[in-house]
């Protein structure tokens, strides 16, 4: 017994003196060994408090901490309804990042943040579900952030105290949190890049185009920007009205219901949210005196971004976004499933029927709705929810002078991270199916073939290239064979990932060509389009293609 307490003693004498402690204003931090790789773990540092006498609205500093903080739990999340367990949870104690910083530096390191995806619903940044080991070990620092979600993050109320996008504004405390500080943990504050992908990526969008300070140096915007449908929202002083009389408590005053619902338990709030399909989005807001915003203007107005001049961009979808949905929505109600019927969200109600025939023969012809003609309906999903929508992202972001390189993840394999978890075999990279070639995640334990981790090598040494210098490619070697040019409005170059690296022009630029014709006579400018003298040129094109 003796002996084992000796053991015992000396693991924990080991652990505690291979722990980096780091001196912030705020008191010491103390971080761990990672056991995958040579890096240092900084989990769940506080960068912000929730309010608890005002949950729903602007975050608190963080006080100083008493003794040494123990950065050593990546588990905390903020309240919401999980994706994978459908379990409601969390904490509001959640506005946490987590830095993870190779043991061998010896200068100061670019840094590269991330803000996860989840519809603004769900999700959270820990190491469990994006670890670092891949791509830190490319001599790079990654921070990764939780921020509030659901009701808590995207309540966008005509009040000061709730007056929106808290979600947008945690992030935006997070950033100015890692501008300050990383330099402590070896980081170069003066080389960030920014990186979100789905829900993360509008996130990242939106913070090029808010009026805040431009707190990085470049930014990568992975499958999901602005222009993706159902990203922005108005104002709306019913939600805890609602929220408030659906948990017992009848009011028509605001104020009220917000003070009945901060004592309630954030599972309930959750799950009344969840009952009533509450949309987590972008708002634009009202200006208040003495209260910070984050956006009070429609982006889709917005016809170029100042902080996107000179700024290096990564931009890019996957080949197939929407193919999970498609899939399962076609085979578990194959009748019923109507994909284009979602057009209606966006065509006035007198021009449905013609916009309805138009777009399903485009795509489908007079073919009947089936799994015969799947790829098709991929296709279609795919387009107007996330590629031509990202496309619109890629051409303003050019228009405002930005450095952009542009891809398209087309390669299906053993770390496709949403079909492997949904066993779906069929070909294209669905949403979120690149995020396995990044990151380390417990999705993808023990998966992947020799040829998956070449295609992983190759994005997480790109990616880090681009941290590093700005550019993916700077030169050509065994694993990056290919230079990776820059788009321009002109010559709208892309880097196609698969299994082996190819370069293309314009993707998808026949349905795109097609899109702008629809957009342009259907939509009634409720989205701002560009390139005018593109759309006249495909014309002849595409009504040739529709007849």
Not at 22 to 28: M, N, S, V
Not at 98 to 125: C, Q, T
Not at 473 to 496: G, R
Request: aromatic share 12%; hydrophobic share 40%.
């Amino acid at each position: 017994m003796s002996f084992t307490i000796t053991l015992v003693l000396l693991l924990i004498q080991r652990v505690c003196s291979d722990s980096p402690i780091i001196e912030t204003p705020w008191g010491r931090i103390r971080g761990m060994p990672a056991d995958d790789g040579d890096y240092n773990m900084f989990l769940g540092i506080p960068y912000a408090r929730v309010d608890p006498d005002n949950p729903f609205g602007a975050a608190k500093p963080v006080p100083k901490f008493t003794g040494i903080f123990e950065a050593n739990n990546g588990t905390t999340i903020c309240p919401q309804r999980e994706e994978d367990s459908n379990e409601i949870r969390g904490t509001l104690d959640c506005l946490v990042l987590h830095i993870y910083v190779p043991e061998i530096a010896k200068n100061k390191l670019p840094v590269l943040v991330f803000i996860h995806g989840g519809f603004h619903d769900f999700g959270e940044g820990g190491p469990e579900t994006y670890g670092p080991k891949y791509l830190v070990r490319h001599g790079i620092i990654v921070v990764s952030i939780n921020y509030r979600l659901g009701p808590y993050g995207f309540m966008c109320l005509d009040i000061p105290e709730v007056s929106g996008n808290q979600g947008f504004k945690d992030q935006t405390m997070a950033l100015r949190w890692i501008r300050e500080n990383i330099e402590l943990f070896g980081g170069d504050s003066n080389k960030i890049t920014l990186y979100g992908q789905s829900s993360g990526a509008v996130s990242v969008e939106f913070h090029l185009l808010s009026e805040n300070e431009k707190l990085y140096n470049q930014a990568i915007v992975q499958s999901g920007g602005t222009y993706v449908s159902k990203t922005t929202k108005s104002t709306n002083n019913t939600l805890p009205l609602l929220l408030a009389s659906d948990l017992g408590f009848k009011t028509y005053d605001v104020h009220k219901a917000l003070a009945y619902l901060k004592g309630i338990e954030v599972e309930r709030v959750i799950e009344s949210a969840t009952k009533f399909k509450i949309q987590s989005s972008a708002c634009i807001e009202k200006k208040f005196n003495g209260v910070e915003g984050f956006l009070y203007v429609d982006p889709i107005t917005i016809k170029t971004l100042p902080k996107t001049k000179n700024l290096p961009l990564l931009v890019g979808i996957t080949n197939a976004e929407r193919l999970l949905i498609v899939f399962k929505r076609l085979t578990k109600n194959p009748l019923g499933y109507d994909p284009f019927r979602d057009l209606e969200s966006y065509v006035p109600q007198h021009k449905m029927s013609q916009a309805y025939d138009i777009v399903r023969r485009f795509y489908i012809g007079d073919a009947p709705i089936s799994t015969e003609v799947l790829q098709e309906l991929i296709d279609f999903d795919s387009d107007f929810k996330y590629a031509y929508p990202s496309e619109q992202s890629v051409i303003r972001f050019l228009k405002s002078g930005a450095k952009l390189y542009h891809f398209m993840f087309s390669y299906s394999g053993g770390r496709n991270q949403l079909k492997v978890r949904d066993n779906i075999t069929i070909g294209g990279a669905a949403h979120s199916d690149d995020v396995g070639y990044i990151f380390k995640t417990k999705r993808l334990r023990g998966k992947g073939s020799d040829v998956d981790f070449l295609v992983l090598d190759r994005m997480t040494k790109m990616w880090a290239n681009f941290v590093k210098y700005g550019n993916p490619t700077p030169e050509i070697t065994e694993l990056l064979p290919i230079a990776w040019p820059v788009a321009t409005t002109q010559q709208l170059n892309y880097l196609n990932i698969d299994q082996e690296l190819s370069l293309g022009m314009r993707p998808f630029h026949n349905r795109f060509a097609f899109w702008d014709l629809f957009y342009l006579h259907y939509v009634n400018s409720a989205r701002v389009f560009n390139n005018i003298n593109l759309i006249l040129l495909f014309v002849l094109g595409v009504l040739h293609c529709i007849v």
